[in-house]
């Protein structure tokens, strides 16, 4: 069956870095869109990072542009998302997630989430 483990969270400074990864087993990594969103106390679960298994395209959310990177390792069935510059209200469960097929990129396939906190 699919499996997302996410790791890699934790509490840190604001301005300091993490890395997310995300082991993905049961299915075919390299063909799937994967995702990374994330949902804070008494908000909605939003969209961080996407990216395509056809071409490697990402795509990041206005509030993580340019302070958060997306990446994907085939061979390690493995995602990632270094995220930099961390702000407090950076600070959520992170989750990771696998598209229902290769064909579509609607997330079915959801981890168990890694927290993180970022403090002022």
């Known amino acids: 069956q699919v499996q997302l483990v996410e790791s890699g969270g934790g509490l840190v400074q604001a301005g300091d870095s993490l890395r997310l990864s995300c082991a993905a087993s049961?299915?075919?990594?390299?063909?799937?869109?994967m995702g990374w969103f994330r949902q804070a106390p008494g908000k909605e679960r939003e969209s961080v990072a996407t990216i395509k298994w056809r071409g490697g395209t990402a795509y990041y959310s206005d509030s993580v542009k340019g302070r958060f990177t997306i990446s994907r390792d085939n061979a390690k069935n493995t995602m990632y998302l270094q995220m930099d510059s961390l702000k407090p209200e950076d600070t959520a469960i992170y989750y990771c997630?696998?598209?229902?097929?290769?064909?579509?990129?609607?997330?079915?396939?959801w981890g168990q989430g890694t927290q993180v906190t970022v403090s002022s």
């Open positions: 049961g299915f075919t990594f390299s063909s799937r869109d």
């Open positions: 997630a696998a598209a229902w097929s290769g064909d579509t990129d609607s997330y079915g396939y």
